[in-house]
T-cell receptor, first 115, second 113 residues
Framework: DSGVTQTPKHLITATGQRVTLRCSPR?????VYWYQQSLDQGLQFLIQ???????AKGNILERFSAQQFPDLHSELNLSSLELGDSALYFC??????????????FGSGTRLTVV | GESVGLHLPTLSVQEGDNSIINCAYS??????FIWYKQESGKGPQFIID?????DKRQGQRVTVLLNKTVKHLSLQIAATQPGDSAVYFC????????????FGTGTRLTIIP
């Protein structure tokens, strides 16, 4: 158990639908990152939140959005789903101390299948 | 643009042999790198890191080498075991003003029994 909790583990939904993926970061971590991993692909950065505020944005589609709540858990909302959105979605968290950054701790991911 | 990439997508090694996974980076200002291991169906897991003031760092059965001259790093796994079969990523952590970890596409290491 890495300390980063993602739910649900698996999700099957139809095209056009909307889903919400949830992530609870490791205790004490203020930053949450969302990554998408398609089949046999690398990890594509989507978005980062730090202490409730959006910090950085990657190649995140306009149909996707995220937020980080006061208790630091984060949700990734995917809407108007398409077949190509089928992927593993990972959440990671990190401790940031000044300008020294440490490695991320990843959750076990949510496997989204759009049918 | 800045990127972190890997030389080979797949690598097969006989159990007990040593393996070397390579990674190239383009940002000469990069000062910190991390290797992650991702087993099938799981999230990436931290293996080892190295800072730019070092050329080599050793862990348990793993060694990372950094060559800043040619912007190249490698991960060496000694005496490979079946549990080493996974995809390995090198990653460049966020620096100030670049708030995201950039991953290469990964090398799939298969250990042959």
């Amino acid at each position: 158990d890495s300390g980063v909790t993602q739910t649900p583990k698996h999700l099957i939904t139809a095209t056009g639908q909307r889903v919400t993926l949830r992530c609870s970061p490791r205790s004490g971590d203020l930053s949450v990152y969302w990554y998408q991993q398609s089949l046999d692909q690398g990890l594509q950065f989507l978005i980062q939140y730090y202490n409730g505020e959006e910090r950085a944005k990657g190649n995140i589609l306009e149909r996707f959005s995220a937020q980080q709540f006061p208790d630091l858990h984060s949700e990734l909302n995917l809407s108007s789903l398409e077949l190509g959105d089928s992927a593993l979605y990972f959440c990671a968290s990190s401790v940031e101390q000044g300008e020294i950054y440490y490695g991320y701790t990843f959750g076990s991911g949510t496997r989204l299948t759009v049918v | 643009g800045e990127s972190v990439g890997l030389h080979l997508p797949t690598l097969s090694v006989q159990e007990g042999d040593n393996s070397i996974i390579n990674c190239a980076y383009s940002n000469s200002a990069s000062d910190y790198f991390i290797w992650y291991k991702q087993e099938s169906g799981k999230g990436p897991q931290f293996i080892i890191d190295i800072r730019s003031n070092m050329d080599k760092r050793q862990g348990q059965r793993v060694t990372v080498l950094l060559n800043k001259t040619v912007k190249h790093l490698s991960l060496q796994i000694a005496a490979t075991q079946p549990g080493d079969s996974a995809v390995y990523f090198c990653a460049e952590p966020p620096n100030f003003g670049n708030e995201k970890l950039t991953f290469g596409t990964g090398t799939r290491l298969t250990i042959i029994p």
